[in-house]
């Protein structure tokens, strides 16, 4: 399996520099570029096309948020992950709009930061467990006005299970032996159903309605 190529976006020399003697010596990474600001971010996303792009928040000029909801109009398919010294909601929930696939704190361990990398290639968004806390109790607040014509079919909750243990729209197709198109126009309904914007979200859904385990801690 080739290395993610990461992309590290940030005004501290230093800060990226850490990052990438910290990731030189990790097989599955490579560090193909830096930027300092907004557009040498695009520019350098442009001409490296990049994985992953590790993005701080309060960069000089344009913000990372606003910067990552450019790069996400021009290259849909990277990945973003925003880098921060603060973890207020109120930001949190506006990267995940500009289509950011993580959020970490800038103190977070470098164990859990090379872990959480690595689940972006699972499909797995890269977010703290505090985080990912505050990200359910706003599901929570969504969902629980919801009225008895909002509520799913069994057969919707079977997708979002099975959803939730990270399977494709192929691999559900087998188990519950339908069309992929159906799953698809399943996962539209739960989307739509619970005010959700993506799988991931289904997902934590899923953890807060108490159908999968929440992640144990790591000692």
């Known amino acids: 399996m080739q290395p993610l190529r990461l992309l590290l976006v940030d005004d501290h020399a230093l800060f990226r520099e850490g990052l990438t003697a910290l990731l030189s010596y990790q097989d599955d990474f490579t560090v193909v570029g830096e930027a300092e600001d907004a557009e040498t ?3 350098q996303a442009h001409a490296l096309e ?12 344009e913000d990372g948020v606003t910067a990552t ?10 990945t973003v992950v925003m880098l921060t010294v603060r973890d207020d909601s ?8 500009a289509g950011a696939q ?10 859990e930061l090379l872990d959480q990398l690595r689940g972006l290639a699972r499909g797995e968004a890269a ?19 919801l009225g008895p014509e909002e509520e799913l079919t ?13 399977l494709s729209n192929a691999e559900i197709a087998e188990r ?14 739960i989307l739509s159903k619970l005010h959700l914007r993506n799988r991931h979200q289904a997902a934590a859904y899923s953890v807060a309605r108490g159908w999968l385990p929440r992640p144990e801690r790591r000692g």
Do not use: C, W
Not at 70 to 78: G, N, T
Not at 102 to 111: A, H, Q, T, W
């Open 102 to 111: 993580g959020y970490l704190v800038k103190n977070v361990r470098s164990r």
């Open 154 to 166: 069994a057969r919707e909750m079977e997708v979002l299970e099975l959803v939730a243990t990270r």
């Open 127 to 145: 977010i703290s467990r505090r985080m990912a806390a505050r990200i359910l109790e706003e599901i929570r607040d969504q969902t629980e006005s």
């Open 41 to 43: 971010a695009l520019a």
């Open 176 to 189: 519950l032996v339908i069309s992929e198109h159906t799953v698809k126009n399943h996962m539209k309904s």
């Open 50 to 61: 990049p994985d992953i792009v590790l993005m701080d928040i309060e960069l000089p000029g």
């Open 69 to 78: 909801r450019r790069l996400k109009m021009e290259i849909p398919a990277v």
């Open 90 to 97: 109120r930001t949190l929930f506006e990267a995940i709009k």
